[in-house]
Nanobody
Framework: DVQLVESGGGSAQPGGSLRLSCAASGYSDSPYCMAWFRQAPGEKREAVAEIDAEGSTIYADSVKGRFTIAQDNAKNSIYLEMTSLKTEDTAIYYC????????????????????WGQGTQVTVS
């Protein structure tokens, strides 16, 4: 079974940066769509960024130009580089994966994602 473990969360000041990592294990040979989601207290979970097996990326409008998703296939890991952080970026961030060769548009949200990490807290204040 696929297991996802996030790390790298923490606290930052507005305008600061953080880097999240997600280590994956238990993969099959199928290509995967990987993504980062976040959920703030009292809010719905929202998709932040997606990356497919070929490295094509999709971003939510709220993070475009500030966040970068990347993958290292040799390490079975994805990353989320977050810069110019805002207080509204405060949330629990989750790594997710689904066995398919492409990612759905970001507006589809968590549709189809079958595997999830436990989440890591990011606080900007």
């Amino acid at each position: 079974d696929v297991q996802l473990v996030e790390s790298g969360g923490g606290s930052a000041q507005p305008g600061g940066s953080l880097r999240l990592s997600c280590a994956a294990s238990g993969y099959s040979d199928s290509p995967y769509c990987m993504a980062w989601f976040r959920q703030a207290p009292g809010e719905k979970r929202e998709a932040v960024a997606e990356i497919d097996a070929e490295g094509s990326t999709i971003y939510a409008d709220s993070v475009k130009g500030r966040f970068t998703i990347a993958q290292d296939n040799a390490k079975n890991s994805i990353y989320l580089e977050m810069t110019s952080l805002k207080t509204e970026d405060t949330a629990i961030y989750y790594c997710a994966a689904d066995a398919r060769s492409y990612c759905y548009p970001i507006r589809f949200g968590d549709y189809g994602f079958q595997h999830w990490g436990q989440g890591t807290q990011v606080t900007v204040s």
